[in-house]
């Protein structure tokens, strides 16, 4: 009597090596693909919180919510006072109500606000225009002349390369400017951008910018299209 011996199934050697050389190539084209997808996701999340705060600060100076020297102007707001966790400078009686930013800006630490893979800060004007960030003990350093026409702010990835890479910047005129971020590196709480890394002339949030040209932080910001 014949004795019909059972194939074994299964994948040979050759073939499990063909299946894992296919999915070393799907993972090497998909992977960066998915990164590029949430850095892209993150960035175009900042500049869309940049605008809003732009719109928030021109309510708030219209409105005359902040008036520290009372002389009718209305002035630019931290994120603090925008978001209702602390009583904006120079009203008694409490924080904002309703609040102008939802309530993850109440969260500003040292100065920064994170939220989705990007910092960012506010800086107001002292009476030099020099850029203050947002600490209590800033708060009384704030101009009240010049913080009726100037703010700026920045947003820089939390972790470079991982949440994002490009910077960006605001200002009281509206445009918001981005930077490939290549020569400053402005990465979490490492670097930081300076008030006026942005402007032409350091030392002021009060100067002039101009898309194209080295700033004065060394890198070259371009009006956002």
Known sequence: MKRHQSKTLGFTLVELLIVIAIISIITAIAVPNLMNARLSSNEAAAISLLRSLSSVQIQVANRKFIDMDADGIGEYGFFGELSGAIQPRAIPGGALLPPLLVGSFRQVNNGIVTRQGFHF?????????????????????????????????????????SSGRRAYFINHVGEVLKTDNSVQNYNGTVTIPPPDAAYMV????????????????GGTWTVLQ
């Open 121 to 161: 800060v506010v800086y107001l004007p002292d009476v030099n225009t020099l850029g203050l960030a947002e600490t209590p003990a800033n708060y009384p350093l704030v101009d009240p002349n010049a913080a009726e026409s100037l703010w700026c702010a920045y947003a820089w990835p939390a972790d470079f390369g």
């Open 202 to 217: 350091a030392g002021s949030i009060d100067g002039l910018y101009r898309p194209g040209q080295v700033a004065s932080d």
